[in-house]
């Protein structure tokens, strides 16, 4: 996890960085080249250069309006829920950036753009149910990543069923043991080994591993991350009953931190409606109010229709 990590960093610290820069810097460049191609004018002119014509000379927004400022955002906001228990600090080094970012943005819109055209628009629109669908990942993504990844589940578990409520003897018992003999890694890897020649260790006359000038030598083997132990039935080394305890304890911790997680998100929605109650009340009145104003209206009209039709049979002749 921790190439992870240092990606992670230098997309929330150097990428932003450079982001910012060049978002400010495009615009400069483009309305100055704009100004330079523009037509010469007098300098001795009393009346100067108009604003309009000073505004005409900004860089103009592009066709696709803010979708650069939203996309941003959204790949921002993956970023530091996706992998935040990757990368602890992604949410400080996030608001760093958008304080920052927020008057880098005020500088280029008022001053090196030009003037966009306003639309009405009732929420930011597609975005939201990105941002929801990107939130709702972002839950199962960590779950994985604390309990697939990580050494969490691993360390709880040996704790309750290894160590009697401590890590005593965790790294040697997450350690397997691979022996160095012939009948393992071949003879003729033995002979070519320049590790073993460096420790004067070769075959002897019983095809076991010898280390010169040492009697007290055992045999050689070494240690690998990983939960496995050597079989005598099957002459390989098989997975142990504590990884099939570690994958059952995974599993149920991602289905218990996933519903967790959306259990507090539904209270939180409740507790904090997106439309407080007294707006909401405000809201469906006025729509009452619009609804009897328009069957009021509505009822004029006929009843006045209705006088019309009335007084022509009146004045008709029979």
């Known amino acids: 996890m921790i190439e992870l990590t240092q990606q992670l960093a230098i997309i929330m610290v150097g990428k932003q960085v450079l982001n910012n820069c060049l978002e400010l810097f495009f615009p400069f460049f483009k309305a100055w080249w704009r100004r330079r191609d523009t037509k010469d004018r007098n300098p001795e002119d009393d009346l100067g250069v108009s604003r309009w014509e000073e505004d005409y000379d900004l860089a103009d927004l592009n066709q696709y309006g803010l979708f650069a400022e ?4 959204i790949i921002q906001y993956g970023f530091i829920t996706i992998f935040v228990a990757a ?24 001053t090196v753009l030009r003037r966009p055209i306003s639309h ?27 309990g697939v990844t990580s050494e969490f589940v691993y360390r709880e578990l040996y704790s309750y069923t290894v160590g009697d409520g401590n890590l005593t003897g965790y790294v040697n018992h997450s350690l397997a043991k691979f022996d160095v003999t012939p009948k393992n890694i071949g003879e003729d890897t033995i002979r070519n080994s320049d590790f073993l020649k460096e420790q004067n ?16 030598f055992t045999g050689l083997y070494c240690r690998f991350r990983t939960y496995r132990e050597y079989s005598n039935e099957t002459g390989e080394h098989v997975l142990t009953r504590f990884y099939f305890q570690y994958l059952a304890a995974a599993l149920a911790f ?4 996933e519903h967790l997680v959306f259990l507090i998100n539904a209270f ?9 109650s007294d707006l909401k009340s405000q809201i469906e009145r006025e729509s009452f109010l619009g609804r009897q104003a328009l069957r009021e209206r509505e009822l004029q009209q006929a009843e006045a229709l209705q006088d019309k039709r009335e007084a022509n049979d009146m004045v008709s002749p029979v």
Do not use: C, H
């Not at 939203?70 to 955002?73: D, P, Q, R």
């Open 201 to 216: 260790i070769t075959l002897g006359d019983g095809n076991e591993l010898v280390r010169y000038g040492d009697d007290n």
């Open 268 to 276: 939180v929605a409740w507790i904090i409606p997106d439309i407080p």
């Open 87 to 110: 990368f602890p600090l992604a949410p400080l080094f996030a608001l760093a950036n958008n304080v920052l970012e927020i008057r880098l943005d005020a500088y280029k819109f008022v």
């Open 120 to 146: 009405r628009a009732q929420d930011i629109g597609i975005w939201y149910s990105i941002l929801d669908g990107v939130a709702r990942l972002s839950v199962f993504t960590n779950a994985f990543i604390i």
């Open 254 to 257: 991602v289905i218990v931190f």
């Open 70 to 73: 939203y996309l941003e955002m």
